[in-house]
């Protein structure tokens, strides 16, 4: 990973220092004041509590700091702009990426800056490479480790031992280069509608020389693939980033695109009832860019799949790092879950 000097290195752990102090120190001090309140009570208290207000505006403005501040992810990388672009367009094998140039991005997606990265992560040219960085750079306690989608493939292996993955909204790679390593038999797909993230997940598959890999530009409503052509169809972090509509029509893709038996298993958010909890979700989507985080939450996930045809419907509690669902944890987390539907 090219080195954007000691001033970018030293801003953005400043950042991660900030942000471990809001995930491990505030936001277990809201937890406490919010403690005394009635339930109907804790979306009002927002307006006068001091803690709520600081906590709100270090989230909102870390994020954008990180990406946008002076030595934030995306004007660090405008001096290497050309040499990226140049990586990132090299000649690559065969059937290792393929664009599609009738796929237009939804207006659900390219209307907003999603998770405040400027222009969103479908874009400039560079918003693969700029994700990438930024999926590294800033979260307390696994800022480089990829063991988030390591433990989510432990999930899977319960469930099934797959030949034929789908990787629905595979970003830059990230979760799609693991299923080659735990399904080393599987042949594995990616598809997003993001060509700055496509075109850095094949490169670096092609550097890594992964053999088993394909990525794909398509939208997860509506593939290009025959049907049964799978018997994994999986997202980690796709479904809170789409309209309801948008989700309803990717579980009916994925019912089409699965061989009988076959399952599908998306990683996401979905908050429990406890009132403080959605509180701090629904705020987190509105302070991130992520304006279906709360739709998402609000319907009926497992109806939806049911509708489809899927049968043994689970959803269940994720946790994404050692320990992080142990009552000890008091720090701010994501509301980790897997949805499993299996076609019969
Ligand atoms: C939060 S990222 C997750 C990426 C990857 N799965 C991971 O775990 O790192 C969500 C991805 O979904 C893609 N996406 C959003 N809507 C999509 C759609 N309708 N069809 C395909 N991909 C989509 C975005 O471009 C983005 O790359």
Redesign the pocket.
Known sequence: MKQLGRRFDAYQSFLLGCKSYWSGSLYPQLKIESGDLKPEDIDASKSSSVTYQYYAFLERHLQRMKYSGRYGIAPMHEPFRDEFEEWLDQPLPKNLLSLDADCT??AY?TEIDIHQHPGG??GDTLAGVI?DRG?RSMWPGRSKDRGL?GRFNAVVKETCEPHNIL??????G??TQPFTIDFPKAQVTG????VP?LKFAAVTANEENIQNIGYRQ????ETPFPPTSFDLVT????LH??PPK?IRA?AKEAFRLLEAGGYTIHLDYLADDDPFNRFIHYGHGQRNNEPYMRPLNEMDLGSTLRECGFEDIKIMPFEEAPNALSPANDSWRFPWVVVVGRKP
């Open positions: 991005p939804p997606f992560t479908c994700y999926s989608h990787d629905l909204g595979c970003g830059f990230k979760s598809i997003d509608i993001s993230c398509s939208r997860a409503e997202s980690t972090m796709l980033e789409m948008a990717t």
